[in-house]
Structures are given as structure tokens and as C-alpha cells.
């Protein structure tokens, strides 16, 4: 089974900018879709952004388009979300995920299976 941990998050100010990166097991990265979410206190969990595993196609909320991109090695079983232009409501804890999801659902979180235990951003004003 694939486990994921996050690191990177912290403390930032707004305009600064952070990269998350999530590590797995050797290989485990390259077969599945690579997916970041996030969720604020008392909110749902958010859909961030998704990197294809064929043909690297990335999605993006519309919330971090612009700010945000998703990469990922796979030599070095990691992915990574960079993070710009950072505002005080990009303030949550953000959590990476694995999954083969079909494109309509990429966005969905029930959809993928595995998942890290999150690391938390907090952006100040």
C-alpha cells in the first residue's frame, strides 16, 4: 500500500511562497494521479490541484490558478506543490493524495485512496 507523507508547510507571510512536497514509497508515484488538497477549519476539504500520471496534465481550483503548480519526480517518488502569491485564506492544512480517478472526478476526495497525514500552512497578513 502506498504511503504519503507531507513536509514543507509553515508560517508565511501574504505574497510569500512555500513548496509542499510529498514523499511515497519507492515508485509509487509514476502509475496514479497526484493530487493536493486543503481544508480550513470548519470548511469542507478543498480540491487544490492534480497531475496526471499519462501525459502529465495538471488541473487547478480555481481558487491557487496562477499561484499554484503541481509537479512531481518520479526518480525521486515525490511530488511537489509550489506555492506564490500566498494569501491569508490559503491558510489551511494540505494534504496530498494518490488515486485513478476519471478526469469528472479529480476533483473529488472520496475518489482517491491514499493519503498523508497533511502539513499545515498558516499565512499571516
Known amino acids: 500500500q502506498v504511503q504519503l507523507e507531507e513536509s514543507g508547510g509553515g508560517l508565511v507571510q501574504a505574497g510569500g511562497s512555500l513548496r509542499l512536497s510529498c514523499s511515497t514509497s519507492?515508485?509509487?508515484?509514476?502509475?496514479?494521479?497526484l493530487a493536493w488538497f486543503r481544508q480550513a477549519p470548519g470548511k469542507e476539504r478543498e480540491f487544490v490541484a492534480a497531475l496526471r500520471a499519462n501525459g502529465g496534465r495538471t488541473y487547478y481550483g480555481d481558487s491557487v490558478k496562477g499561484r499554484f503548480s503541481i509537479s512531481r519526480d518520479n526518480s525521486k517518488s515525490t511530488g511537489y506543490l509550489q506555492m506564490n502569491s500566498l494569501k491569508p485564506e490559503d491558510t489551511a492544512i494540505y494534504y496530498c493524495?494518490?488515486?485513478?480517478?476519471?478526469?469528472?472526478?479529480?476533483?473529488?476526495?472520496?475518489?482517491?485512496?491514499?493519503w498523508g497525514q497533511g502539513t499545515q500552512v498558516t499565512v499571516s497578513s
Open positions: 519507492r515508485g509509487a508515484l509514476s502509475s496514479y494521479t
Open positions: 493524495a494518490t488515486g485513478t480517478p476519471i478526469l469528472s472526478a479529480i476533483t473529488t476526495p472520496s475518489i482517491y485512496h491514499q
